[in-house]
Nanobody, 125 residues
Framework: QVQLVESGGDQVQPGASLRLSCVTS????????IGWFRQAPGKEREAVSS???????YYSDSVKGRFTVSRDNAKNTVYLLMNSLKPEDTAVYYC???????????????????WGKGTLVTVSP
């Protein structure tokens, strides 16, 4: 059974850092690209970061330079390190897996095969 489980969300002040984890099971992580997405209240889900099997990494303009994605295939885990958090980063963050990442750059949600249930990040003074 395929599972992706996010953790690490919390309520923090602006400027703080958080590291989200996405623990995967039921498939071989090496064979998949992983995307991080977020959905803020009243807004559409947006792609934040992607990491592909060859370890290429992509970021949205809104998080570039502040967020870093990484993967540890041995631990079946993908991480999203978020620095210099801003109130506009407040959202539910999801990780998702795509078997065929046949696009350049950030993976769109339409390509993702499996999704986690999300973890809430709240950034407020």
């Amino acid at each position: 059974q395929v599972q992706l489980v996010e953790s690490g969300g919390d309520q923090v002040q602006p400027g703080a850092s958080l590291r989200l984890s996405c623990v995967t099971s039921g498939f071989t992580l090496d064979d998949y690209a992983i995307g991080w997405f977020r959905q803020a209240p009243g807004k559409e889900r947006e792609a934040v970061s992607s990491i592909k099997g060859n370890d290429s990494k992509y970021y949205s303009d809104s998080v570039k330079g502040r967020f870093t994605v990484s993967r540890d295939n041995a631990k079946n885990t993908v991480y999203l390190l978020m620095n210099s958090l801003k109130p506009e980063d407040t959202a539910v963050y999801y990780c998702a897996a795509a078997r065929y990442a046949l696009v350049f750059g950030l993976l769109p949600s339409s390509l993702m095969d499996y999704w986690g249930k999300g973890t809430l990040v709240t950034v407020s003074p």
